[in-house]
């Protein structure tokens, strides 16, 4: 047999039918469901009188509304209340299960996932939601798809898919210490650009790669959409294994072993061809920090923010002149000048236990700076946030002046309480740092966790070794 | 879904890279549990100079009369003409749902980001991609000229321009015929109910963990 991507033996394991034309239905393993992308789909299979194929392959929990200040008491805002309350009669109308608000184990959907163990390897798991892309790092096909989508899952387990092209992205070498996954995952998009993996499927791959955590890992995969690919991964390995074996979710026994057994082919062969590849040289990759409104405005923290007299094509000068003004940063100032007005450590890329581990390590025995009007911690997921205080880590943020929020959206993306005002500046270890993203005229600098909390504790960016 | 095969309409310019949809439809009317109504919202942050909220009235609101969809030259248009890659960031359908109330039915870029490309597809949107020079091109001219009007016709797969230059376009045959048709996909694929019982009968025994 021809060899193959890892993408390409994901892909034909899950092919149910393939049209003369390219287009195939694939079927969908696994189905994660949130409150934001899926009471339209849900109307859509009341209207129609249709129920889920598989009802026990979807697992829903509420994330983007809730509240991160009280313990599963309610929403105060009746529209964003409506849109959980809807969620759970959806889930209890169709036998869906549903970690409700009071439930420890609710989250954000894609950190719950893989800690229930209901992301597995060589699975095709979707959401309606971009970071879906984040499950790809256990050697799965993962992407986030429109509501149209949520519900011709839901209604026939199935999607309409074509086959994308192959990509990967090979990091060789070694990390610089205190150099993390969120800072290879923006070198990468700066490198490649928010549109470089558009149309692909992308696999990071590598000794880098390979030495990371799965936690890390999922860093890596959850920003594979900022490249523009929908769906990025990393191959199987006994690193994964050891991450799953246990969970809830996880094969038991016997199947274990048959399970194991199976992952063992989830990689890219030796001689497998890509249409496109990109090697970088992981001990080059520094501390990152954006400077714009979208990902690949990004450079190294020893780095000032471009300046559009520099840059020659129109196109390109204008995008940077319109992102610094928004930003309200002067054209060429160093990085380290600047200084946020609020820090986030959150979100789905970044509130997993490790994450909070290195934050902690940074804010140890110091202070958030008194410019500093808010810094927020939101751990990823009841599960998370429990950890964290039995390791008392929410003691260490506490002492240092941060917020010990429950868990949810949150900042990311502002559609609960949790937002900047207009013009406020904010050190953010999310995804996103698109106009608004944050709040209305927010303005968001992603970062790492390391370096988030070095900057609550600078009152301006910094590397957490300069401190 | 509504079904699409010809369309003569004013074309609107949106001039910049990586409108993403956070712009085209911000996050607090995702509250929403309803499909329709987000038109009046469309590029809120944009459009109006107040901060917009679900259920508001807007047409009292301030507006943002330099933005582009604000002039009146462009009212009444259909088509969209766009920068690299449009659509970009959330996967949120609330983007075409609320393109399409507004009134827009064809977006044309030189390039799209995956997810927002496909949610058109779903809801009668036909998203058009051209090259870099073309849709230069098509800048200069709607700049230049008021009223600025294409025909586009999906089954002969051709833009018109009023000074009657043809430009042919690709897509793929399968959208395409569901477009042409209206057709609801869900209905397609359950006529298929067969091989998906068939496929999971065959993977309970490869991967019984799935199941
Ligand atoms: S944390 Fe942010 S990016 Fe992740 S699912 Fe929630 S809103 Fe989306």
């Known amino acids: 047999m021809d060899s193959q991507t890892l993408y390409d033996k994901l892909w034909q394991q899950h092919v149910v039918h393939t049209e003369e034309d390219g287009t195939s239905l694939i079927y969908i393993d696994r189905h994660l469901v949130h409150e934001v992308t899926s009471p339209q789909a849900f109307e859509g299979l009341h209207l129609a009188g249709r129920k889920p194929w598989r009802s026990d392959s979807m697992l829903a929990v509420p994330d983007h509304n809730v509240p991160t200040t009280t313990d599963g008491a309610g929403i105060d805002d009746p529209i964003s209340r409506l849109q959980v309350t809807t969620l759970g009669q959806n889930c209890e109308h169709f036998g869906i299960t549903e970690f409700g608000m009071s439930d420890p184990r609710q989250g954000i959907v894609h950190v719950i996932g893989p800690e229930q163990g209901a992301t597995l390897p060589g699975m095709t798991i979707v959401c309606g939601d971009s970071h879906t892309s984040t499950h790809g790092a256990f050697g799965a096909l993962a992407f986030g798809i429109g509501t149209s989508e949520v ?36 070198a990468v998009i700066g490198e490649i650009g928010t549109a470089g993996g558009t149309g692909y499927a992308m696999e990071f791959a590598g000794p880098v790669i390979e030495a990371l955590s799965m936690e890390s890992r999922m860093t890596i995969c959850n920003m594979a959409i900022e490249a523009g690919a929908r769906s990025g991964m990393i191959a199987a390995d006994q690193t994964t294994i050891d991450y799953i074996k246990g969970r809830p979710g996880a094969p038991k026994g016997e199947m274990w072993e048959q399970a194991v057994n199976y992952w063992g082919d989830l990689h890219s062969d030796s001689d497998a061809v890509f249409d496109h590849e990109v090697r970088i040289d992981g001990s080059t990759i520094s501390p990152q920090v954006t400077w714009g409104t979208s990902p690949e405005m990004v450079v190294d923290i020893d780095s000032n923010v471009p300046n559009p007299a520099d840059i020659d094509d129109p196109v390109a000068r204008d995008g940077v002149a319109r992102a610094l003004e928004y930003m309200g940063l002067e054209p060429g100032i160093e990085i380290r000048q600047i200084q946020p007005d609020l820090v986030f450590i959150g979100s789905c890329t970044n509130s997993r236990i490790e994450d909070l581990r290195q934050a902690a390590d940074v804010v140890k025995g110091r202070k958030v700076a008194a410019t500093i009007k808010q810094a927020l911690v939101v751990p990823g997921s009841g599960l998370v946030k429990r950890q964290a205080e039995e390791e008392g880590l929410h003691q260490v943020f506490i002492d240092a002046g941060f917020e010990w929020r429950n868990p949810g959206c949150s900042m990311c993306l502002a559609m609960n309480a949790d937002r900047l005002e207009p013009g406020e500046r904010c050190a953010s270890t999310s995804n996103r740092n698109f106009e ?32 | 879904m509504e079904a699409f095969t010809e369309l003569n309409g ?123 020079k073309i849709v230069d091109d098509l800048f200069s001219r ?56 068939e496929y999971e009968l065959r993977r309970k025994t490869e991967a019984p963990w799935l199941f």
């Open chain 1, 151 to 186: 519900e011709h899952v839901m209604a026939t387990q199935c999607l309409i898919q074509r086959k994308s092209k192959n990509m990967r992205v090979w990091i060789d070498g070694e990390l610089r210490t205190g150099v993390t996954a969120k800072d290879v995952v923006l």
């Open chain 1, 436 to 467: 608004g993203r944050q709040g209305q005229g927010g303005r968001t600098h992603l970062v790492s966790p390391a370096m988030a909390a070095a900057a609550a504790v600078a009152g301006h960016f910094t590397s957490p070794e300069d401190l």
């Open chain 2, 10 to 132: 004013i074309v609107a310019p949106m001039d910049r890279a990586n409108v993403d949809t956070d712009a085209i439809i911000p996050k607090q009317f995702l509250k929403s549990i309803k499909r329709s109504g987000f038109g009046p919202n469309l590029f809120d942050e944009w459009r109006y100079l107040d901060q917009g909220e679900p259920g508001q009235d807007n047409a009292g609101r301030p507006l943002n009369t330099a933005f582009v969809l604000n002039l009146p030259r462009y009212q009444g248009a259909s088509i969209l003409l766009a920068r690299e890659n449009f659509g970009c960031g959330s996967s949120r359908e609330h983007a075409p749902w609320a393109l399409l109330d507004f009134g827009f039915r064809c977006i044309i870029a030189p390039s799209f980001a995956d997810i927002f490309f496909n949610n058109c597809f779903k809801n009668a949107i036909l998203p058009v991609v051209l090259n870099d």
């Open chain 2, 142 to 197: 709607v700049a230049e000229v008021e009223g600025y009007a294409l025909s586009i016709n999906l089954p002969e797969q051709t833009i018109t321009t009023p000074d009657g230059d043809h430009i042919d376009f690709d897509v793929e045959d399968f959208r395409k015929y569901c477009l042409i048709n209206g057709l609801d996909d869900i209905g397609l694929t359950l006529e298929k109910s067969d091989a998906i019982k």
